[in-house]
């Protein structure tokens, strides 16, 4: 019986030997993405001009190679000074890209992606508050963004379900009155959901 025993557990193993390798970017797996940096450079500076930042939410769908598509929409605020004020620009947008895996290494932990997406959404200043404290008008008006962006993002595998990212795109949305191209750099987290 325990010759038996043995063969049947050796027999499984050998089974089931090919399916313990990592199980990442599969075709048809999903995930959900959390993403969050700054805009224009490192300024932590809450009250200088130009600080800014962004945060989103996406989901990727996974092809064959580990490429993958990702729809999702973000916010980003960027700050301009004017006299003792902190004026807000803020975007939101909604995204829709393809990422192309071009390096990744033997044990799917490390991918290295570059993406083109679609975008477009809403801006506002000030949140649409034209009149100033001292009596001054904001000439730039609220106004429908329309564009895209270039990303090369990284991907580190920390378990099969989740993932750390990091990542630098170049916005260019037309509409805007303040200007049309961001630089972002951001990390967020990924977590595969099938």
Known sequence: MKKVTFLL?????????NQAQAQRRLPSQKGIQLTGGTVNGFNF????????????AAMSSYTKQGHHWLFGGEYLQKQYLYNDLRLPLAQITGEGGYYL?????????????????????YETI????????????IQNADAFIYGGALTLETEIYLTDFAALMFNVRERILWGSTVGKFNTQIGVGIKFIIN
């Open 9 to 17: 557990a050796l027999m499984l193993c050998l089974v089931v030997q």
């Open 126 to 137: 000030n949140w649409n508050d034209k009149l100033l404290p001292d009596g001054a008008t």
């Open 45 to 56: 500076d809450t009250k200088s001009d130009g600080f800014g930042f962004h945060f989103g």
């Open 101 to 121: 895996n071009f390096l990744s290494d033997g044990s799917k932990t490390f991918f290295l992606s570059l993406g083109v997406s679609g975008m477009a959404g």
